[in-house]
């Protein structure tokens, strides 16, 4: 549908193919396709002014204070949280599985319904190729955030979770050095 075309990456469909909810689900968390996303919010049968409204409340139910949604796929300016809200909201967000599925899953495929067309959608996300075990991830990207990056990792033994958020890197590299560094710094002190 037209009103679902975002900037940055797209899950790329001709018009008239059809999808399920489950693929649109996961190439929005696998590939960050911004259209996906947007075409998820509206098969909530929920306008896209609603399905905000409910994100908002949301988060104001997980007392994030400082997070305000604007529109559903992060790339508005106006869309606005810190780094300790984003991690809250993480927190609260993987405790449902299929999120932490969809944000770790290194590659997804599919077939539209309609003309049986292949899709394959490949995660970029650096952290699903490290050593730590990683429970929940997101990337993202925005001229006003920069490089971005939420990752939540389980130590396999003790069990203890911690979750890094960085906001504004400089570039791609430098939220993947920094967040490496961070999980060893805390996981040194658990």
Excluded: C
Excluded at 1 to 18: H, Q, R, S
Excluded at 34 to 60: D, H, I, P, W, Y
Excluded at 63 to 78: A, I, M, N, P, Q
């Amino acid at each position: 549908m037209p009103e679902d075309d975002a900037i940055g990456a797209k899950l790329y469909v001709n018009a008239g193919e059809t999808l399920t909810v489950k693929d649109l689900y996961f190439t929005s968390l696998v590939g960050s396709a911004n259209n996906a996303t947007k075409a998820l919010a509206r098969s909530t049968g929920l306008s896209s002014e609603e399905f905000v409204k409910r994100m908002n409340e949301q988060a104001s139910e997980w007392g994030l204070s400082h997070t305000y949604f604007e529109e559903v796929t992060g790339l508005s300016e106006r869309n606005v949280s810190t780094a300790k809200e984003y991690a809250e909201l993480a927190r609260n967000a993987f405790k449902h599985f299929d999120l932490l599925v969809g944000s770790t899953t290194p590659a997804y495929g599919f077939r539209t319904l309609n003309t049986d067309m292949p899709h394959t959608i490949t995660s970029k996300n650096k952290m699903l190729a490290t050593d730590w075990y990683v429970t929940g991830t997101k990337t993202g990207f925005t001229y006003e955030a920069l490089y971005t990056l939420m990752t939540k990792v389980t130590d396999r033994n003790a069990g203890h979770e911690v979750i890094i958020v960085i906001l504004g890197a400089q570039d791609d590299a430098t939220r993947y050095r920094e967040t490496d560094a961070l999980l060893q710094y805390a996981f040194s002190r658990l």
